[in-house]
């Protein structure tokens, strides 16, 4: 079925090291988006890409689409604390339209 | 900005019982709705869409049943409630007058069912 695989599913650091989470679509997508939900709490949205190639950052956060626009990564330079959560990423599907989550990356960090 | 509001927060349920949570949406018009459980520690599984009034997608099939009233309300419901539907259920929308894709979620309502 659709998938979007997202890797890892849990990441534990040290405070102040990097941290990378990856996500995979096995067909084109038009747009990823990027969600982080704290421990108890909601996804909040946090960025779309949508041109190929395309990398945007949000202060130690560095989002990117893939050429193929089918795959995605954030990278989060020095951890701190304040990062705990799980990161989603959700991809549109060129053909369908629908919104496809996937499945999370837990960062936990170690002050 | 659109603010989404459900209710309750938390539910402790026995097997067997009803379920009706709620989902109102403020701040635009005509928006896609959805429902998702998360359990817990995992991903979010969609539940049901809807575009529309009275119009429903189902994505998996399950006990469960969404229902949309108004153009701002969606109800989730359960005739008689399993184990298995204990988790984290959250309303969220998109669309609406800004036409965007990004999703907006609800607080959300952690389910127990014991």
């Known amino acids: 079925g659709q998938q979007v695989m997202q890797i890892p599913q849990y990441q534990h650091v040290q405070e102040g090291e990097d941290f990378t989470t990856y996500c995979n679509s096995s067909t084109t997508l038009s747009n990823i988006q990027w969600y982080k939900q704290r421990p108890g709490g909601h996804p909040v949205f946090l960025i779309q890409l949508v041109k190929s190639g395309e990398v945007k950052k949000q202060k130690r956060l560095t989002f990117q689409f893939g050429e193929a626009k089918k795959n995605s990564s954030l990278h989060i330079t020095a951890t701190q604390t304040t990062d705990v959560g799980t990161y989603f990423c959700?991809?549109?599907?060129?053909?369908?339209?629908?919104?496809?989550f996937g499945q999370g990356t837990t960062l936990q960090v170690k002050p | 900005s659109q603010t989404i509001h459900q209710w309750p927060a938390t539910l402790v349920q026995p097997v067997g019982s009803p379920l009706s949570l709620e989902c109102t949406v403020e701040g635009t018009s005509n928006p896609n709705l959805y429902w998702y459980r998360q359990a817990a520690g995992r991903g979010l599984q969609l539940l049901f869409y809807?575009?529309?009034?009275?119009?429903i997608s189902s994505e998996v099939p399950q006990n469960l049943s969404a229902s949309r009233p108004q153009d701002r309300q969606f109800i989730l419901s359960s005739k008689k409630l399993l184990l298995s539907d204990s988790g984290f259920y959250l309303c969220a929308c998109s669309g609406g007058a800004r036409n965007t894709d990004t999703q907006y979620f609800g607080p959300g309502t952690r389910l127990t069912v014991l």
């Open positions: 959700a991809g549109k599907r060129s053909n369908t339209g629908k919104l496809i």
């Open positions: 809807s575009v529309g009034i009275g119009q």
